[in-house]
């Protein structure tokens, strides 16, 4: 069971870095799943010790795949602005009026790629329901001006 969990997560963690097209609730849940599971692999020994895991993997997958779907437009214009506009280092702060989930992105390196492209890794903190979550990640500018996560 213990192998057959973590085959599973390494699966899900492999497609996110093979830069498969995925919604954010998609990646959300993903990257959930991976920490639910090393979470879980934590407690226990033995038998509990999978099943923790697998829990683990469940409700981590829930959390990710609700942080994700919680991103609307304003977010997104918001996360644009901040990788357009922002230093490196300083951060941009919002509160979704609608949805009351506070967040926080900080672009953390800015560099340019051999083919041209302007990249920026960014850092992201958000609150939904008392719950805070962060993530790190890569953008790209894409030719029309937005930015791709990598």
């Keep these: 069971m ?11 963690a492999l497609s996110q870095v093979a830069g498969c097209q995925v919604t ?8 959930g799943a991976v920490v639910g599971g090393v979470v879980g692999s934590q407690i226990g020994g ?6 923790a895991t697998a829990i683990g993997v469940f409700a981590g997958a829930l ?9 609307d437009q304003l977010d997104e214009l918001n996360t644009t602005r ?6 490196t280092n300083q951060a941009s702060n919002w509160v979704n009026p609608d949805s009351g989930n506070t967040y926080s992105i900080t672009p953390t390196k800015t560099y340019q790629t051999n083919s041209g492209r302007y990249c920026r890794e960014y850092q992201s903190t958000v609150i939904v329901g008392g719950e805070e979550q962060q993530s790190y990640g890569t953008a790209c500018r894409q030719p029309d001006g937005d930015w791709e996560v990598q």
């Design 2 to 12: 213990k192998k057959r969990v973590i085959a599973t997560i390494i699966v899900i």
């Design 24 to 31: 954010r609730e998609q990646g959300g849940a993903a990257a």
């Design 46 to 51: 033995g038998h509990g010790q999978d099943i």
């Design 63 to 71: 959390a990710g795949a609700s942080i994700g779907r919680s991103l």
């Design 82 to 87: 901040a990788l357009e506009n922002n230093k």
